[in-house]
């Protein structure tokens, strides 16, 4: 099973940016799907960003223009750029892979030890 160890959560004023990182354990080139998802105190788990491995993209409407998911394979790791946050934003972030982009699918595949994120408004 594939380890991932994210990185890059902190705080941040609303308005402000954020890049969080996730290293994976083995290539990332044979993962179909890597994504980020976002859990806020009181609330269910739920996904922020995925890629394929073809590089496809998938964003939650609540993020769409302001946050950028990318994946560089030589490196192993995905990337999630926040722009233009807001203090609904603010949530522990996980980095998941799966082997297929069944995003609605919260329960699946590896997950990272998560990261934190809080925006102030």
């Known amino acids: 099973q594939v380890q991932l160890v994210e990185s890059g959560g902190g705080f941040v004023q609303a308005g402000g940016s954020l890049r969080l990182s996730c290293a994976a354990s083995?290539?990332?080139?044979?993962?179909?799907?890597m994504g980020w998802y976002r859990q806020a105190p009181g609330k269910q788990r739920e996904l922020v960003a995925g890629?394929?491995?073809?590089?496809?993209?998938n964003y939650a409407d609540s993020v769409k223009g302001r946050f950028t998911i990318s994946r560089d394979n030589a490196k192993n790791t995905v990337y999630l750029q926040m722009n233009s946050l807001k203090f609904e934003d603010t949530a522990v972030y996980y980095c998941?892979?799966?082997?297929?982009?069944?995003?609605?699918?919260?329960?699946?595949?590896?997950w990272g030890q998560g990261t934190q994120v809080t925006v102030s408004s």
């Open positions: 998941n892979a799966r082997p297929s982009p069944s995003w609605t699918r919260v329960d699946f595949g590896s």
């Open positions: 083995w290539s990332i080139f044979s993962i179909n799907a």
């Open positions: 890629i394929t491995s073809s590089g496809r993209p």
